[in-house]
């Protein structure tokens, strides 16, 4: 298990079509870029897709590591800006079906890589089934992607309540994605925070905003991460901000790291 703290940050964000891989793999690569040892877990488990979005490909998969055929380090593959990417399998029902224990088992995995990184981010899939579920609450930070929709709105608030009133998250920091200015990110954040302190005993939090941007889709064409391809970019700039905020994030200051606790909480829940 890791022996200095690892910060774990599930992106999630209730609806499909949010961004969430995007955000995911541009934070990780701007984190990256400051120093941070970073990994990536895609963890759309049935129907990966940050593989596809950098044009990477692997010969093995978190697939084969639960079936035990290899090791989690095995099969990572390693990203743009020096990330480590651990690829989910494409299309596998069975996957996207595991049951507690197995969650427990993938992600007990990860104890045997904790001294050999700082940041784990994992990329949740869309929705609110029980895999998303278990890798939210088990994660130290929750980044909620949010875009200005109302259904991605009603959709990222049903996740809150959901996860504040079942299992007792009570922080929730919001990215605002696709936004035309920084005051309509700020209205969107405001606007979500509006619904959750009337109904709900939550902490909200705005990590900030990412611009609509035309380089982003270039670079989505180009199976590039827009902070690689286009590294002077409105989004880029923007993520780098992002990632800022993300490293002055409180660490827990006991032995007891944050991959510790994500692995713990999870063992937990498949007991339970």
Known sequence: MAKHPVQVIAVTGGKGGVGKSNVSVNLGIALAEMGRRVVLLDADLGLANIDILLGISSNK???????????????????????????????????????????????????????DMDVLIVDTAAGISDTVLSFVRAAQEVLMVVTDEPTSITDAYAQIKLLNRDYGLFRFRIVANMVRTPQ????????????????????????????????????????????????????????????????????????????????????????A
């Open 61 to 115: 998969t978190i697939e084969n590591v639960l079936q035990g055929e290899c090791d989690l380090k095995d099969i990572m593959v390693k990203g743009p800006g020096g990330i480590r990417i651990v690829p989910a399998s494409s299309g596998t029902q069975k996957l996207s079906q595991l049951n507690s224990l197995e969650h427990a088992g993938l992600i007990q995995a990860f104890s045997d890589i904790g001294d």
């Open 184 to 271: 309509e990110g700020s209205a969107l954040f405001a606007k979500l925070s509006k619904v959750t302190d009337r109904f709900l005993d939550v902490a909200m939090q705005y990590a900030g905003a990412i611009p609509q941007d035309d380089a982003l889709k270039r670079a989505v064409q180009r199976q590039k991460a827009v902070i690689e391809a286009y590294p002077r970019s409105k989004a880029a700039t923007a993520f780098r901000a992002l990632a800022k905020k993300v490293d002055a994030w409180p660490l827990p200051s006991s032995p007891r790291g944050h991959l510790e606790f994500f692995v713990d909480r999870l063992v937990q829940d498949a007991e």
